[in-house]
DNA sequence: CTGTTAGCGCGTTCAA
DNA sequence: TTGAACGCGCTAACAG
């Protein structure tokens, strides 16, 4: 491995002192003569040499780096769509920001020792949570002890460090069942993941609203792991034991979808029959046939804002606003 | 903001040396007494303090962290579920391995830019690319003059400091192939992305070998950018020019399940009047029905083994396999 | 077992 | 316009 070039390095080879060759780097041109300053570029590129960010950043007492952290239960923490996208939408805008982007992704009970929280400090921070509604409010406690800017997604939090940002699911589970009732469905069954987020009560909420105000009833389905097989079995479990309701309201995209593959499969007609909805559409959708209707979440876009929002606290040292919340695009479809 | 403490600050109050502080935190206990060790411990936990990473690692010369570099001209770069499944693994190696894990996504005509090329060093390497035939040479070279070890994804490069990691697509192409042969099959449309990546090519030529070895063809149909809409008016294109093949052999389950909705909505019979198959399985291949044959890739464990192989060249300084296959499964399914 | 010294590479300060 | 000295926080090497 061959030395890396420093400063003093390419100072020397200039005859000139590492101070102008800084000057250069640091765009401070007017400090530095035209010619000067062409030979060190030339230098620089001959030498090969890169910045030490480690030796700057201890005299910046910055780290120039945002950590995001995962709370997922399974290994493979960026298969959730939803998770992917905003990581994407972080990472751009970190990226461009010139900051570097640190992905963790750690299983919720490991969630305290993360190094994240412990030896490796970054100017702020970006997390999605998991885990049981009191793990969830003591990590959100310890986040805030950090004393750096931290975005939570899809989650809330009282502090001055800690902006949330969530999508509107209210309004958009309550758009949809705008739309069912106003076709005349009163008996709606919703498909909920045994675990109870936040953004799930949410949209339980303005479903059972608007339901409700039409003298309608929502009777929630648990779907245990939300996976394609227990779906199924507890969507087919629940028909065995109330029969069809008008509608099946999907808690989100792979609920409705397995939904739907089990009632084609048993000759049931949609929307004839009955009608099926989704929440939160990725890509795949477009293979499900009827098309379903359904919600159309700014995942990217709230990865992005994520990366805004932290860049300016991180800058400023404290967040403009410190819940923000996005609006949700209804996707028309023949399912419903 | 509080000033946070340092080494030095807890020395001071505990009233030792900075270095006794140290020895503590790197484990090195029979350097200590235990109960001074105690007292340092108590004072550390008292002052909230962490460790500055960035002065140890200009000290120690080292970064500790990896770098994954994502080629590709979506701003979504974590759509595909195939690079997903690579950074997971990765990341959860590098975590676990106390590495940082610095994500980037970049479009490809912006790559010989990223700061991970730059002024961001870091001690290893992954990437992802993209782009035409040449920029990715291009790229590929410009990686080896790095210095640190590189592991390439679905790439080869002959260099001391580079390390490929792939799937056995050729082998897995050529199984489907054989399996379809053995059906009768003799005329294959073969559904691939305008893009030729390394991967694409070798399926194709599993496939063909296969198929000409007992005297069929193999047609290639471009579906462009591989969506939804691309494969769909491709293939349609293509039944209008050619009539429908034995099988359409897919180049990954988004082309064949574009397919094989188109296929189903004209009411086509699968697999009695035409056979599908697909590549590169993920989880929403589920929802399709009838059920994909298709190969599961080993993406997840692609990025883990990216991560091992460069942990221990980052530390023994080369790589003990340059060039990395693994096997992938096939999953049977009725749609051929 | 504990303390002292020195220096990693950079940027700021102050003087020339 | 440039140079020298200093210190960011940490640890290896050595001394006590």
Redesign the interface.
């Known amino acids: ?2 030395k ?1 070039a420093t400063l003093k390095d390419v100072a020397k080879v200039c005859g000139v002192s590492s101070m102008t060759v800084s000057n250069v780097l640091n765009g401070r041109d007017k400090e530095v003569g035209a010619k000067t300053r062409e030979r060190i570029l030339y230098a620089i590129a001959e030498l ?1 040499y ?6 700057k ?2 005299r910046a007492q910055k ?1 120039s ?1 945002i950590g ?1 952290l995962i709370l997922d239960d399974v ?5 959730d ?1 939803f998770i ?2 905003v ?3 972080l ?2 805008h970190a ?1 461009e920001k ?1 900051y ?7 299983r919720s009970d490991m969630a305290m020792s993360s ?1 994240l929280l ?4 970054t100017d702020g921070l970006c997390a999605t949570l998991s885990g049981t509604s009191d793990q969830r409010r003591a990590f959100k406690e310890r986040l805030a ?1 950090l ?1 750096i800017p931290v975005v939570l997604i899809q989650e809330e939090f009282d502090h001055p460090l800690v902006c949330g940002i969530r999508q509107d699911d209210y309004t958009a589970a309550a758009e949809i069942a705008e739309y069912l009732v106003a076709k005349g469905a009163r008996n709606l069954h919703y498909l909920s993941p045994s675990a109870q987020w936040p953004a799930i009560k949410e949209r339980i909420a303005g479903t059972t609203k608007v339901c409700e105000a039409v003298g309608g009833s929502v009777k929630v389905i648990d779907c245990g792991d939300e996976g ?1 097989k227990a779906t199924q079995s507890a969507v087919s479990n629940s028909i065995g034991l109330h029969g069809l309701p008008d509608v099946f309201v999907g808690g989100n995209d ?1 609920m409705a ?2 939904t ?2 089990l009632l ?2 048993r000759g049931i007609r949609i929307p004839e029959d009955v009608c099926v909805t989704g929440f939160n559409s990725f ?2 959708v ?4 009827p098309k379903l209707l359904t919600a159309q979440s700014p995942a ?1 876009e709230m990865g992005r804002l994520a990366g805004v929002e932290l860049v300016k606290a991180m800058e400023s ?1 404290e967040f403009q606003d410190r819940a923000i919340s996005l609006p949700i695009t209804i996707v028309r479809g023949q399912s419903a």
Chains 1, 2 share one sequence.
């Open positions: 491995m061959i890396q090969g890169r910045q030490n960010l480690a030796a950043r201890l780290t780096s995001m290994s493979d923490f960026l298969n769509p992917a996208q990581v994407s939408g990472s751009n990226t010139g570097n982007l640190i992905l963790q992704g750690l190094s412990g030896n490796l400090r002890t004393g394609f792979r979808m397995a739907l593959r084609i499969d890509d795949f477009a293979f499900a046939q990217h040292g």
